[in-house]
């Protein structure tokens, strides 16, 4: 049965302004069964076998694609209108290299800015953040944080003294249609002269459009999934307030999944094949994202920096 046809069974999962929809022809069967953190067993041959453990997150793909498409998620299913959040990033003066002070720096900071907002008199806020290691080894944390109505303007000078440990900077994201993937690009990629300084210049190399300090975009040299060799094994991408929308998903048919797109644009789209050892394709599957931000045909400003995603 082809994706299109109406009655084909499709996973549909929304998230704020996109719509992602999933046709498989069939399951796949799984071949391991998990015993413990360190066995499993092959279910093809009955043989107990050992787990790899991983030394750093870019050494296991499919736990780094994982995070990253959850924190894509979270950030789109929440941040459908740009008015109502501020991106900040926090960064600290010296090389500070200890993941573990980082959340606890930001558990204070979190404190004192929640204190901050209602002694302004502003709204309320819940928070997505994410962590990104530099080449040199220090760490900045990216924090989305989500209003329920305007988000108030902070002063840089404010927003510094109360995190505390070094530099910020707040950014719009006006005119972002996939803010999910606009901010995830910096947790992996690298730009190629700082990959370079780093002895870190293994992967793809692709360009991308970052905003200098003024704001203006510049074209750059990146190299894809460099950065993410520099996350600890085990370590988490981010965390998120317990107020944030989780995205949506369920099972339903392509003819009603196309009443919900309601002729949003088709931005993006994959069809994989798997094949077993004998040739035979034993399984397709369809990826297709629908922006419903693009949905009167206005057009968004193009983003500083967003390559469609590897692993959707």
Known sequence: MRPDTPEAQVTVKQCGNLIEVRYMRSVPVAVIEKVSAELYVDKRTGEVKEFRHSENRAESKTSVAQSLRKLRDLIN??????????????????????????????????????????????????????????????????????????????????????????????????GIGNPGLYLTAYLGDMELSEALRAGNARGRIAEASIANEQGKPQRKAIIKGARLRLYPSGFNLYRSSRGVKRPEVWQTTEAEAQKIVQGAPLTYEKTIAVIDETGDVKNTINYRQYNKALKEGGQLDAPQKAIPPENP
Request: charged share 25%; proline share 5%; glycine share 4%.
């Open 77 to 174: 299913a929440n941040l459908t209108e740009p008015e109502k959040a501020l991106w900040v990033t926090l960064t600290y003066r010296e090389n500070m290299r200890d993941a573990k002070r980082l959340y606890e720096d930001f558990r204070r900071f979190w404190q004192r800015f929640r204190y901050y907002l209602n002694k302004h008199g502003h709204p309320s806020a819940e928070y997505i953040i994410a962590a990104e290691p530099q080449a040199r080894g220090a760490w900045h944390l990216h924090c989305l944080f989500l209003f329920t109505e305007k988000a108030p303007f902070i002063p840089n000078s404010d927003m510094a003294r109360i995190w505390g440990h070094g530099f910020t900077k707040t950014k719009s994201l006006k």
